[in-house]
Structure formats: structure tokens, C-alpha cells
């Protein structure tokens, strides 16, 4: 298994041979040949008139199908920065080492007695599932809809009151809940959100506004509650003014929010939480107490495994894989990624950490026989640290290997953007509306810039495409990226 595959020479040997035996049947190999040289050279061109620096991009485009054709390749196997095209690792990760139907599953239990009165003598355990999707993203809108379901479980099996504490059990993950290599600017946006075992709410605060009358303090409401933390509203309500307000938090678990708002104005945004674990723990003791259950022992982390165990099981979650794969790739939901990035690194190293993910995405390459000297680089699950590589040859590979498993293939398929319909293509290639598929990468930081799915050319029977087109620095733009598309699809 840890033998050297040489993937440029695999993805270049049809090449080699003078095209597939598929298209000899369809026409002459000379003509077939002359066909992919038209095509580099429209590639090469709006290459070159880019600018983009060589050892800088990494492109491969084949042909779908078992008769696979290499159509053309630059730095096929020159690993660079993917951007949210990571997050094509991740999902075959998930689906390789979990499989396609695998369900997420949080649970409430009760350890201790519980007498005829509804007092439980011990504790309730929150136990993670690794599900990133208890939001209000499914459910209407309304994020406290999953509490509220533990928390009516526990009032139907009894429990009016606990006198020990509600523990949050994580499931197996770490608590390193943001990467060291993303950005503090990515850290204060919604979509550099903690990652936990036990995520609530993309981990993020909900904060909305509501301007006063002139002079006064803004109405806050934080409406998918605000874990134990304490909250400083310096929002004022400004005549004439243009809404502008933000958060940050300050030592001591203080949410500050500042900025100002015109009277009457409205204004709403997004804080990534400092712990997301405890985050729901707050929402589920909030959702108990409406349920006319308390807690006597406040909320807090289990202490070690034997901390964690479970009692009795009063109520359950579950949640599908797939709703979560098309949320991560059809919106590039990082909060999503890197979850699941640690589940699958849980199933390979018995704990969710960034390590055991990075781990996952290479035992699933070597599963797939897709092995490249270990310039495959994975970090984060997401895209967001600059240091994940990885190139476009290991993309194309992965992407064509996965088209042809009918178990995952149509799982992944589903999950990913469509052009001119979908997600973060929804915008782009609508001269091609309906006929890419694809993840898309951005991380401005690095200059990176990506594109890695299917694309279908009509009117060319078994000429349809897998692609990856991985774009850094100087010269790099999703305007580039959808000219070489279109050249593809031609």
C-alpha cells in the first residue's frame, strides 16, 4: 500500500499512447490528437496571458467514464494551496471512513436516581455526535428546535429537577476549537466558527438590532441564546445614521458590542462563540428551563472519559450525512468541514484533533490508490490555513474514482454546486447554467483561487469532464478559472 504510485505518469500516459481506445472508435487518433492540441493551446494561452507564475497553478482536465482520456494537464502534480477546494478531501474522507449512510447522533441521559417526585440525584450528560448541523438551518429558521426536542424528552421521562450539573460530553474531539493557522481576521468572521463535537448554531451568536430612539441604546436580542457569557451593549441609536455594528469578545467571556444604528433601524450579524460546546450546553439548559426543568449544578465540561459516560438515555437527535455534505459544499460551510474533517479523524485515530484529520484524508488517498510522495497536505478540513496543498492530479484522480463508485459517487454529486443554479456557482458560468458541477476555492490571503468538479459538453457523446483548475498568486481569478471552463466545455 505505501508503494510510489507516479501520478503524473498515470494521469499522462493516455496521452502517451495517442488517446483512448473510445475515441479511436469514434474517429481517427490523428484527429483525436489534433483535437486535445487545439485544446492546450486555448488553455495555454489564456494561461500565459494571465500572468500566473509556473509552479503556481495546477490543472488537469479528463474525461469521465472507465475509457478515461487526460484531455489536458498543467503542474498536474505540482501541489498548491486548494482553498475550499479542500473540502473535496473531506467529504470523500467521510464518505470513504464512514460511509454514505452514516447518521449523526446526539443524546441527553441521566445518570443517578430519580425519585417519585421528578428529582434526579446526579447529572444529566449532553453527549456529542459530531453533528454539525443543529442550527436553525434545518428546522424553519428556529435554532433552539433540537434543545427543545432533548429537553421535552427529558420532561416526558420524568426529570423536574437535577441536582448535579448538565456535563457536555464532546464526543471524542479535542478542545482546540479553532485552527493556529487561520487568520485573526477569519477567527472574528462567521465563517472561521469553533469546531466541537458539540457544535451549535455554525458556533456562532445571532445578534440582531433594533435602533431606540435617538440618543438611546439599541435593543438587543440574541435569539439563539448566548451560553454563560455576560454581554456589554455599547450600540447606539444615532439620527441619520448608517447602520454599522459588530462584536468582539473581551477577557472574562464579555461579548462587546459596538457601532450604531438610525432609529428604528434594524441590523443583524454573526460572532463566532469562544466555546461552542458550552454554547449549546446554555441553549439546552435554557431549553430545560422552559421545560420547567432546573439544573442546580449550572452547566459545565466533563472532567475525563469516566466523566463522560453515559446513564440512562432519555431523548436522541439523529441527522443524515448528506443534508451536511451539500451544506458544505454547495455553501462552503466551514464550520461543517472542519467537523466533519475531526469525525473522520476520529474513526482513524480514536480522537477528533486537526492531526487525526489530516491523518483520515491520507488513509482514505491510500485507500483509493491515489498516492503522490506526500505532498498532499491537509490541515484543516475547510481551507482556510494556508498550508493545506494539494494538486489538481490528486483532485482529478479522486474526483474520477468517486464518479465511478455507485455507493459514494451520487452522494458527492448531489452535494456540490451547480453553475448558474447553486451556492457559490450560482452567480458564475451562466452561459454553462446546469452543466458544471464543481467546489469552488477562494482564500484572498494567498491569492488562491479553485474550481474542481464535472462538466458537461453537449453534443459530445462520452465527452463529459472531471477538472480541477487551482489557481495562486499574482494572476489568479475566478475570471480566469471560468474562461478555461468554457474552454473545456467546448
Not at 420532561?155 to 485573526?184: C, K, M, N, T
Not at 477577557?251 to 458550552?278: M, N, Q, T
Request: a positive charge.
Amino acid at each position: 500500500m505505501r508503494r510510489t504510485l507516479l501520478l503524473l505518469a498515470v494521469l499522462l500516459l493516455p496521452l502517451a499512447a495517442g488517446g483512448s481506445p473510445a475515441e479511436a472508435r469514434g474517429g481517427s487518433a490523428a484527429k483525436g490528437r489534433a483535437r486535445l492540441a487545439t485544446l492546450a493551446k486555448r488553455m495555454s494561452t489564456r494561461i500565459k496571458k494571465s500572468g500566473l507564475k509556473p509552479g503556481r497553478y495546477s490543472i488537469v482536465v479528463m474525461t469521465r467514464g472507465p475509457g478515461r482520456l487526460v484531455r489536458y494537464t498543467a503542474g498536474a502534480a505540482t501541489a498548491v494551496v486548494p482553498a475550499s477546494a479542500a473540502k473535496l478531501l473531506t467529504a470523500a474522507a467521510v464518505l470513504d471512513l464512514l460511509g454514505p449512510s452514516y447518521v449523526f447522533r446526539t443524546r441527553l441521559s441521566m445518570r443517578g436516581q430519580l425519585s417519585a417526585d421528578g428529582v434526579l440525584d446526579g447529572d444529566l450528560v449532553l453527549h456529542g455526535g459530531g453533528d454539525p448541523s443543529i442550527s436553525g438551518r434545518f428546522f424553519d429558521d428556529q435554532p433552539y428546535a433540537v434543545p427543545a426536542k432533548l429537553a421535552l424528552a427529558a420532561q416526558q421521562a420524568g426529570v423536574r429537577r437535577v441536582s448535579g450539573a448538565l456535563v457536555l460530553d464532546h464526543a471524542g474531539f479535542d478542545r482546540e476549537y479553532v485552527h493556529p493557522e487561520w487568520s485573526a481576521a477569519d477567527k472574528r468572521r462567521w465563517y472561521g466558527g469553533p469546531v466541537s463535537g458539540l457544535g451549535f448554531n455554525d458556533g456562532c451568536v445571532d445578534v440582531k438590532v433594533v435602533g431606540a430612539s435617538a440618543g438611546g441604546r439599541a435593543q438587543v436580542t440574541l435569539p439563539a441564546g448566548h451560553g454563560p457569557w455576560q454581554l456589554k451593549n455599547g450600540i447606539k441609536t444615532v439620527a441619520r445614521a448608517r447602520a454599522a455594528v459588530g462584536g468582539r469578545w473581551l477577557d472574562g467571556g464579555i461579548l462587546d458590542l459596538h457601532g450604531r444604528v438610525p432609529p428604528k433601524g434594524r441590523a443583524s450579524f454573526h460572532v463566532p462563540v469562544p466555546d461552542p460546546a458550552l454554547f449549546f450546553g446554555g441553549a439546552l439548559r435554557s431549553a430545560l428551563e422552559r421545560a420547567n426543568i432546573r439544573v442546580d449544578g449550572g452547566v459545565r465540561h466533563a472532567r475525563d472519559a469516566s466523566d463522560a459516560r453515559p446513564g440512562t438515555v432519555v431523548g436522541e437527535h439523529e441527522a443524515p450525512l448528506a443534508p451536511a455534505l451539500a451544506v458544505m459544499n454547495v455553501r462552503s460551510q466551514n464550520v461543517y468541514a472542519s467537523t466533519l474533517f475531526k469525525l473522520a479523524g476520529r474513526a482513524v485515530a480514536g480522537e477528533g484533533t486537526w492531526a487525526s484529520g489530516g491523518d483520515a484524508v491520507r488513509t482514505m488517498l491510500e485507500r483509493r490508490l491515489i498516492l503522490d510522495d506526500g505532498r498532499t497536505d491537509m490541515r484543516d478540513g475547510s481551507g482556510l490555513s494556508p498550508k493545506n496543498k494539494v494538486s489538481a492530479g490528486v483532485l482529478v484522480e479522486l474526483l474520477h474514482k468517486l464518479d465511478l463508485d455507485p455507493l459514494r459517487g451520487p452522494v458527492l454529486w448531489d452535494s456540490l454546486a451547480v453553475a448558474g443554479v447553486s451556492g457559490t456557482l450560482r452567480k458564475r458560468l451562466p452561459s454553462l447554467k446546469g452543466r458544471v458541477r464543481g467546489k469552488t476555492g477562494t482564500l484572498n490571503d494567498t491569492r488562491a483561487r479553485a474550481l474542481a468538479g464535472y462538466v458537461e459538453r453537449k453534443g459530445k457523446p462520452g465527452g463529459d469532464c472531471v477538472f480541477a483548475i487551482l489557481l495562486n498568486g499574482p494572476g489568479a481569478s475566478h475570471a480566469v478559472i471560468d474562461d478555461l471552463v468554457r474552454e473545456i466545455a467546448r
